[in-house]
């Protein structure tokens, strides 16, 4: 059904759906891109389509046929740029619960005030530590880079483990459920020009590039300044107190 001519050019309602729903997807591509240093590139590739085009359109042959080669190189030179942002956006559309119907887990209750208690005595030695709560997304990949555990959460182990003499207190601790399945797991940095390096050290960066790419909750106990945060999907809280920290991972777990 034609709704009014614009020209020669008749608009029907499916032009008008069509060009919301591009509209749509443009602005989110916008969104997920603000403030990442892919935003330049992705500006840089627009710019090319929009030169392909007008050569099309104006028949310049040469530059037309020159433009096609980019574009090809330019479509694999996409998905190599925004590799962490498709990641990361495939990760959250796949979070909306479809997976469930598939692949049904069934593991224990995370043991939150045990989870307080390390990350408040670790704060009370002077320990840094880096603490990462499995939700739905599996962590198998960082996993593997660490040390197997399996053992039954305690604060007393994660302080031991955190202990500066221990074999595994560098890296990250991964819980799945009650239990400490590794140590000493490797977690991706977070590659931001927009994060001062002065303000966030290693712990930090890499608690901010898991959850940026996850639904992991990582707590992050500070070994310089002795501070709690938490960082979970785009919130990062920092120097939290006892209660503050169990109020909010309580709210990010959501345990029913």
């Known amino acids: 059904m034609t709704l009014f001519q614009l020209g020669f050019i008749p608009v029907t309602l499916n032009d008008l759906a069509d060009i919301l729903i591009v509209a749509l997807l443009a602005y989110t591509l916008l969104r997920w891109l603000k403030g990442t240093r892919s935003v330049q590139m992705f500006f840089a590739i627009l710019l090319l389509f929009l030169i392909s085009l007008l050569a099309d359109s104006l028949r310049l042959n040469g530059l037309s046929w020159i433009m096609s080669n980019i574009k090809t190189l330019g479509l694999i030179a996409f ?15 796949g979070g909306i619960g479809f997976a469930d119907l598939f692949f049904k887990k069934t593991r224990a209750l995370i043991p939150v005030d045990d989870l307080v208690d390390s990350a408040t005595a670790l704060s009370a030695n002077k320990l840094g530590g880096l603490i990462v709560i499995e939700k739905k997304v599996g ?21 031991t483990l955190f202990c500066r ?22 977690l991706p940095i977070l590659q931001n020009p927009r994060i001062e390096e002065r303000r966030f050290g290693m712990r930090h960066r890499a608690a901010l590039g898991l959850v940026s790419e996850s639904d992991a909750i990582v707590i992050v106990v500070s070994e310089e300044t002795n501070h709690i945060s938490l960082a979970h999907g785009k919130e990062f809280l920092r120097n939290l107190a006892p209660e503050q920290l169990q109020q909010e991972l309580n709210r990010f777990l959501d345990q029913k």
């Open 165 to 186: 003499h221990s074999p595994l207190h560098d890296g990250a601790v991964i819980i799945q459920g009650d239990k400490i399945a590794a140590a000493a797991c490797v």
């Open 79 to 93: 998905f190599i740029v925004f590799q962490p942002e498709i990641r990361s956006a495939l990760i959250r559309l």
């Open 139 to 159: 962590l198998r990949t960082l996993l593997e880079s660490g040390k197997q555990i399996n053992a039954d959460f305690s604060p007393e182990l994660i302080t």
